[in-house]
Structure formats: structure tokens, C-alpha cells
């Protein structure tokens, strides 16, 4: 491929996103994911003589970026949430400390937007929300990293068994196999009501439960919270190795640390499900900082699960101010 730098990069650029997303699956970690786009642009510039078109100048790009995240996995454990790692916590048991992790990081939907421009373009599929949901990313990271790639090539990008066994340099009936696996293991790990996950966005009907959903710690009524939750809903903050299970411990944990006027919250959207930006006010302060980017899993307009990345970090990239 004989190009001018300039035109090579102009070239990249259209696939950018649905590369970064492509590396966020892989990898589980949107700042991993930009270094791998970052790593995949300099391998294409130095193997672009290699590009003789007999596929897609996206696809080859592709095939790059899949397996510069193989090579990154090989030297990296997956990324998980905390009831992966930990049992489920007392209410009355102390915070315990952060732990490194690695652990798995939200997707804001602003950097889905422009992906996908009609869903009559095959790259619509790249932001459904069943393969960008945070159930759909947790339970991949338990799969090995050939057969994650596998499954994602296969039936997110939507490639041919052919295609996929020579991006991965392994034979048809491996890529049919791996496949096998990876979707039992998925059955098992992923929640019982995924194949109901139709909506590309959050609906007005989990918009407006995320509403009360900040107005109830907003006021510090644990009961409007209670109201709002399924009976066996989960709750989890990572980087803290701590989660809830069920109602009554979530709402008894919360109780210990409602305060009318402590939290204020910025409604957003992560991996296609609703997401609050919580901010905390340390007493004696008027500003609220930065905390937490809590993501919802919405069924039958109650919240099943909270995944509360308590990540100030991470509000850069939501495009969210550090204080209010």
C-alpha cells in the first residue's frame, strides 16, 4: 500500500472508533483500548506494503488490532468486577481498601456515536447493546484470549469461520470449536433475561428510574432507593473488592452512609445501559467532587444491578466536569 503519511493516517481515522470499541472488548479497559488503537496504527504504517487488497483496508486493520490485543492479554490477567473476586459483603462490615485489580472499566455511549450511521451499515451490529453491555463484558473476560477474540470476531464483527482462522493463524475447526466453548461459557455467566436486551439506548422508562434513582441518594432516602430495586438486584464498587447481594444488605449499607445534601448526580449513559455521575461534598465544603460512575442494569423498570466505578478519573472521558 503506497501512501503519503498523511493519507495513510486520513484512512485510519474513519475506523478509529469501531477500533477503539473493538480493543475495549477485547481488552475490557478504555485506556488500554486507545493505546492498543495507538499500537495497531504504528504496526499498519510499518506493514503497509503488506496491504495488497485482497481484503478490506478495514479488515486488515482488524486483523492487526486483534492480535495486538492477544499479544497485550498474554501479558496481562482479565479485568473483572468484584463478584468475581470476592464474596458477597455484611452491610455493617467496613469499606474495605482499593485493590489494583485489574478491573473492568465502563464505555461512555458518546464515543459510540458516529459508528454506526444507519442500521442498514454492517458496522450497526458493532453497538448493540447485547455485546456492549457491562453483563456481556464481564462474562467475556472469562473466556481465554483466543477464544474471546474468537467469539468476537465471529458473532460481534460478524466474519466467516475462514476469515476469522486466518486473522488467528489456527485451523476452521478450531474457530468452530472455540466458538462452541465460548458461547456455553457465556450461557452460564450471563444473565437469565439477556436475550430480552432489544433497545439500542436506555429507554424513557429507565431514564426516568435513573431519575429517581439520583433524586433518593441526592436526599438520602434509602427507602425511595429500596422502592426502586428487585429483590435480588447486586451492587458493586470497584476498585473496592466488595459487592452486595439483594435489597435489604444494599439498602442497610446505604443507610450508613445517606445524609440529605452529601451527593449530587449528572444522569449520562455507559455501555448503552443509564449511568450516573455521583459527586460527593466532604463537610465543611461546598463543592461536590468527583466519586463514581454508577452504571444500571434496568428489568421491568427496577434496577437489577449497580456497578459503581468509583473512578473520578474516569469523568474526563465522559466528557463530565471534575466538580459542581
Known amino acids: 500500500m503506497e501512501t503519503s503519511q498523511d493519507a495513510f493516517v486520513a484512512a485510519l481515522e474513519q475506523y478509529r472508533r469501531e477500533l477503539q470499541l473493538h480493543c475495549y472488548r477485547?481488552?475490557?479497559?478504555i485506556q488500554d483500548a486507545e493505546d492498543m488503537v495507538q499500537e495497531t496504527a504504528l504496526r499498519a504504517w510499518r506493514k503497509r506494503d503488506d496491504f495488497e487488497g485482497r481484503s478490506t483496508f478495514r479488515a486488515w486493520l482488524y486483523r492487526i488490532a486483534t492480535n495486538a490485543c492477544l499479544d497485550a492479554l498474554r501479558r496481562r490477567r482479565p479485568r473483572m468486577l468484584p463478584p468475581d473476586v470476592a464474596p458477597a459483603a455484611a452491610p455493617a462490615q467496613p469499606l474495605p481498601a482499593a485493590a489494583e485489580g485489574p478491573w473492568l472499566e465502563p464505555y461512555p455511549d458518546r464515543l459510540l456515536d458516529g459508528i454506526a450511521?444507519?442500521?442498514?451499515?454492517?458496522?450497526?451490529?458493532?453497538?448493540?447493546?447485547e455485546t456492549i453491555e457491562l453483563a456481556f463484558l464481564a462474562a467475556i473476560q472469562h473466556l481465554p484470549p483466543r477464544r474471546r477474540a474468537v467469539l468476537i470476531l465471529r458473532d460481534v464483527v460478524g466474519w466467516s469461520a475462514k476469515d476469522t482462522a486466518a486473522t488467528l493463524g489456527i485451523s476452521v475447526n478450531s474457530v468452530n470449536s472455540s466458538l462452541q466453548r465460548a458461547r456455553s461459557t457465556l450461557s452460564t455467566r450471563l444473565p437469565r433475561r439477556r436475550i430480552e436486551w432489544a433497545q439500542?439506548?436506555?429507554?424513557?422508562?429507565d431514564r426516568a428510574v435513573l431519575r429517581r434513582y439520583m433524586a433518593a441518594h441526592e436526599h438520602g432516602d434509602a427507602e425511595g432507593l429500596a422502592r426502586l430495586l428487585r429483590d435480588d438486584v447486586r451492587a458493586s464498587a470497584p476498585p473496592l473488592p466488595l459487592w452486595?447481594?439483594?435489597?435489604?444488605?444494599?439498602?442497610?449499607?446505604?443507610?450508613?452512609?445517606?445524609?440529605?445534601?452529601?451527593?449530587?448526580?449528572?444522569?449520562?449513559?455507559?455501555?448503552?445501559?443509564?449511568?450516573?455521575a455521583?459527586?460527593?461534598?466532604?463537610?465543611?465544603?461546598?463543592?461536590?467532587r468527583a466519586m463514581s460512575i454508577d452504571v444500571l442494569r434496568i428489568e421491568d423498570g427496577l434496577v437489577a444491578e449497580i456497578t459503581a466505578f468509583l473512578r473520578p478519573e474516569l469523568f474526563a472521558v465522559f466528557g463530565l466536569p471534575a466538580a459542581l
Do not use: C, W
Not at 450511521?117 to 447493546?129: Q, R, Y
Not at 452512609?257 to 448526580?265: E, L, T
Open 26 to 29: 477485547m481488552l475490557g479497559s
Open 117 to 129: 450511521a444507519s442500521d442498514d451499515e454492517p458496522e450497526a451490529v458493532l453497538v448493540g447493546k
Open 200 to 205: 439500542d439506548a436506555p429507554s424513557g422508562n
Open 244 to 276: 452486595y447481594e439483594g435489597r435489604e444488605a444494599l439498602v442497610a449499607s446505604t443507610r450508613h452512609r445517606a445524609a440529605a445534601g452529601r451527593f449530587r448526580f449528572l444522569a449520562t449513559t455507559a455501555n448503552r445501559q443509564p449511568a450516573a
Open 278 to 288: 455521583s459527586y460527593v461534598r466532604a463537610p465543611g465544603e461546598s463543592v461536590y
